[in-house]
């Protein structure tokens, strides 16, 4: 009963529809069919129905159903839920009609490309097929199966090591030939190739459009980061070793000999990509300018800043390891006090350090209050003695300071 009630209702829709269309309807008599405008005879020599098949006496009138998909996902992210899309047939002359399923059954968690169709055939033995493919992949970083290192392969080094120039051979792929051009990475190494920088890089091999990561070690001998850490104390350690007091000039360090990541079990290398900073650095990364600098090293979801003193050129850095009380210290052993007009106005700020008892404190430009006239930007013009002035507040506790500069 439903079944009739729908093939009334869409009836009604066709009638509906040919009421409003307003272009001429053309109707072919028996033998004939409706090709570009005009009725022609059905069994023309190129007709591809055969004028003598008496099975079927009225070939034009019947057309092949038609199959619509909904909700069709050409690709699959590897592991995740696949859903076959939803299949409707519609017919000139059937209702009924049902979509066969054939081909393969997809597997998400396989990396493959799987081919589905769907078919139906009418009752007068007319088939529809669409076919197409559904391709698992491995977007990500996870695939395990398809790129691998192979089993008698370690990608542990020691400074002085020569990197190996044939590690595409290193590694192996369902996917394809790991070929030389396969690798990249950012190990740091000598021009003949020698490891000369521990660390923790990476090296990606990209195989039939899949990349996988892999962690490479480069340890030093000399340095045992076990040793740095508190046994069952998570967190991000500094090598107890180093100090985070650089000069001017000084280049940027190798931060693997810095930090280890701890998770109280495992030591966990910091990837290169891991330093956050904010040291000013020219092209070659030596250290541009005296002050203070934030690191922030991340790994394993632990985080943590620290800050880094920049002296000026040539100070002693042995200055910081006397400073443990809290107060606001100068730092005018290489510092100009005598200018001559048309010198730009240095930072004054970096004439000073500030301890707050347990670290050091930054302190920003413009901390400091001066009489020198100045242009616009910031040049000196006019010949005098001058007064400068700092004042800090550390742990509500006021630190006040002057000297006297001199333009001529
Ligand atoms: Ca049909």
Same mark, same amino acid.
């Given at each position: ?80 839920? #696949? ?25 998400? @968690? ?8 769907? @078919? ?5 033995? !007319?088939? $529809? ?54 690798? $990249? ?5 000598? %021009?003949?190739?020698?490891? #000369? ?6 090296? &990606? ?5 899949? @990349?996988?990561?892999?962690?490479? !070690? ?17 967190? /991000? ?38 330093? !956050? ?15 203070? %600098?934030? /690191? ?11 800050? /880094? ?14 400073? &443990?009380?809290?107060? !606001?210290?100068?730092?005018?052993? &290489? ?12 930072? #004054? ?10 670290? #050091? ?6 901390? $400091? ?11 000196? $013009? ?27």
């Amino acid at each position: 009963m439903k079944k009739l009630l729908s093939f009334v209702l869409l009836m009604a829709i066709v009638i509906t529809l040919s009421a409003c269309n307003t272009a001429p309807t053309v109707k072919c008599g028996a033998g004939t069919r409706y090709i570009d405008g005009k009725c022609v005879a059905s069994n023309l020599p190129n007709d591809n129905e055969d004028p003598n098949d008496n099975e079927d006496p009225d070939p034009v009138q019947n057309q092949a159903p038609t199959i619509t998909l909904q909700g069709v996902v050409y690709v699959v992210n590897l592991n995740e839920s #696949f859903t076959m899309p939803t299949c409707q047939v519609t017919d000139d002359t059937d209702t009924d009609l049902e979509c066969q399923v054939s081909g393969d059954t997809v597997d998400p @968690s396989t990396v493959a490309t799987y081919t589905i169709t769907f @078919s139906t055939t009418d009752s007068e033995g !007319l088939t $529809t097929e669409k076919t197409y493919t559904v391709s698992v992949v491995d977007q990500g970083n996870v695939n395990a199966g398809s790129i691998r290192l192979k089993s008698d392969k370690v990608l542990v080094f020691n400074l002085g090591d020569s990197f190996p120039m044939n590690l595409h051979e290193w590694f192996e792929s369902d996917l394809g030939d790991v070929m030389p051009g396969s690798i $990249t990475h950012n190990v740091l190494m000598s %021009a003949d190739h020698v490891l #000369f920088e521990r660390g923790s890089y990476t090296v &990606t091999v990209s195989v039939g459009g899949v @990349s996988k990561d892999f962690q490479v !070690l480069v340890n030093d001998p000399d340095i045992n980061p076990s040793e740095w850490v508190t046994e069952g104390v998570p967190g /991000i350690y500094l090598n107890p070793n180093k100090e985070l007091v650089f000069n001017v000039n000084d280049y940027m360090p190798n931060w693997a000999d810095y930090f280890i990541g701890y998770d109280g079990t495992n030591l966990l290398e910091i990837p290169v990509g891991n330093y !956050l900073h904010t040291l000013l650095m020219d092209a070659d990364n030596k250290l541009l300018s005296e002050g203070f %600098a934030e /690191i922030t090293v991340s790994v394993g979801g632990y985080q943590e800043t620290f800050i /880094i003193v920049i002296l000026g050129e040539g100070i002693d850095r042995s200055i910081l390891t006397e400073i &443990t009380e809290q107060g !606001l210290y100068q730092n005018f052993d &290489t510092k100009q006090f005598t200018f001559n007009v048309g010198d730009v106005l240095p930072d #004054f700020s970096s004439y000073y350090i500030g301890h707050d008892g347990d670290d #050091f404190i930054v302190l920003y430009p413009g901390m $400091t209050t001066h009489d020198i006239v100045l242009s616009a930007d910031n040049v000196m $013009t006019t010949p005098g003695t001058y007064t400068v002035s700092i004042e800090v507040t550390i742990n509500h506790q006021v630190y006040t300071d002057t000297f006297t500069v001199t333009v001529n």
